[in-house]
């Protein structure tokens, strides 16, 4: 029997189709577990922020400080992604992935036994290194295996981050919160076991690269037309303003709605990490739906989508009670996440060919984007207070209007010679 067949004779066991034998079928298993090594990376990694409450009440950091902190996390892993990125184009390296999970499980041993400042800035910065290694290179992964359905693909790999994301809070209140950042022993625990999982993943990595059917899916990659270069450089200027926009908004409610809503609302730390979790849980949902959606009915058509219903609801925010406040919070979270691994698919359809270093690039200004913004964000409630803050980026989902900038999927499929061989 063929190894591309979905059963084995007589046993009904799975197996995984032959690399590269069939280019359109979608590999579900792989998607599964890079998903799955996402959630615990990103799960990992946004304890960080999380822990700022802690690190207030034991150690008296400033919001200054916490932006510093973020800032150094996600600047790393900014500058770094599309680094590994195009590296990753050029010579396609599958042992990225158990090595960049190894840094992050190292980062996490850190920053349990951190007894200063700058000691819990060394350790995330090894965590940022070690999700810049993962990022590109899982992007890729999720790409190889999604056959035809790439918003979907991209929508497995992508929630599993959201999902890892929307955890922390309540890990801050279960974990840190009870036992400081000893805690940060349990996260190196679920770090190793990415290790594990990654490792699988790059024997199948490897094995689909030495394929004869994915070097000729990669030969057949589409050519932009130097004709429209400069409408794809603007099309990519007009979706990094607007990863700019969605990661500034999502930095001040994951890193300091919790204090706002204790100064508001007179909440503990402890309640005031479940409206983050709303907040984000209801993201990771609408990251997972945003995908098949775009698949349907365009990814631009979500991404306008994303920021247009937004808009209205962060306007509110500010004004609404506490009960409306946990509405708001999760209908916002839902509705702008949900273009978060539209965006990826939209860049690489943008510059076909350069999976890894697009998918850097977006990412990478994601993390780097909401790190800058969250020490701009911190220093500035340091100085004009967290009403006044909060009040003033209730509108930033506001320019979600550039959106209407982008090209079509129509238009920008046309840009692209799909012929060449």
């Known amino acids: 029997m063929s190894l591309n067949s979905l059963t084995k004779s007589g046993s009904g066991t799975r197996v995984l189709p032959r690399p590269g034998s069939d280019p359109q079928a979608t590999i579900f298993p792989i998607l599964i577990a890079i998903g799955l090594v996402h959630l615990l990376n990103d799960s990992v990694q946004s304890v960080i922020p999380a822990i700022f409450p802690v690190l207030q009440d034991n150690m008296g950091i400033s919001y200054s400080q916490m932006g510093w902190i973020a800032f150094a996390l996600n600047i790393t892993a900014s500058i770094m992604q599309p680094v590994v990125g195009y590296f990753s184009d050029k010579r396609p390296t599958p042992a990225l992935l158990p090595i960049g999970m190894a840094f992050t499980c190292s ?3 850190f920053l349990a036994f951190a007894d200063s400042y700058l000691a819990i800035l060394l350790a995330v910065i090894m965590v940022g290194l070690g999700s810049a290694a993962f990022h590109p290179e899982g992007s890729k992964v999720s790409h190889m295996a999604a056959g035809n359905r790439r918003g979907l ?5 992508q929630v599993g981050g959201n999902a890892g994301q929307s955890l922390a809070p309540l890990l801050t209140r ?5 036992f400081g950042l000893m805690g940060s022993l349990g996260f190196a625990a679920l770090a190793a076991v990415g290790i594990a999982v990654q490792i699988y993943i790059a024997g199948w990595y490897g094995r689909t690269l030495r394929s004869a059917g994915y070097a000729k899916k990669k030969a057949a990659a589409g050519i932009m037309n130097p004709a429209v270069k400069n409408k794809v450089i603007y099309a990519f200027v007009v979706l990094v303003l607007l990863v700019f926009v ?4 999502i930095s001040s409610i994951g890193s300091y709605y919790a204090f ?4 508001a609302f007179a909440l503990s730390t402890e309640d005031a990490q479940i409206f983050i979790f709303l907040f984000l849980g209801a993201g990771a949902v609408g990251t997972f739906l945003g995908g098949p959606l775009a698949d349907r009915f365009g990814k631009r058509n979500v991404i306008l989508a994303s920021m247009a219903l937004a808009s209205p609801l962060a306007l509110i925010l500010p004004y609404a009670n506490l009960f409306w406040t946990g509405v708001l919070l999760t209908i916002i979270g839902f509705i702008m996440l949900s273009s978060f691994s539209v965006t990826v698919v939209y860049a690489q359809m943008l510059v076909p060919g350069r999976i890894g270093t697009v998918s850097g690039m977006i990412t990478g200004l994601a993390f780097g984007l909401g790190g800058l913004g969250s020490l701009v964000l911190g ?7 967290i009403n006044t803050v909060m009040f003033v980026c209730s509108f930033m989902p506001l320019l979600g209007v550039l959106t209407f ?17």
């Open 246 to 249: 969605r990661s500034w908004y």
């Open 153 to 157: 693909a991209q929508s497995i790999f």
């Open 405 to 421: 900038l982008l090209p079509t999927d129509k238009r920008l499929a046309s840009w692209t010679d799909h012929t060449a061989s």
């Open 260 to 263: 706002f809503l204790k100064d």
């Open 379 to 385: 220093n500035w409630i340091d100085a004009a207070g």
């Open 174 to 178: 279960w974990v840190f919160i009870p």
């Open 107 to 109: 980062g996490m041993i």
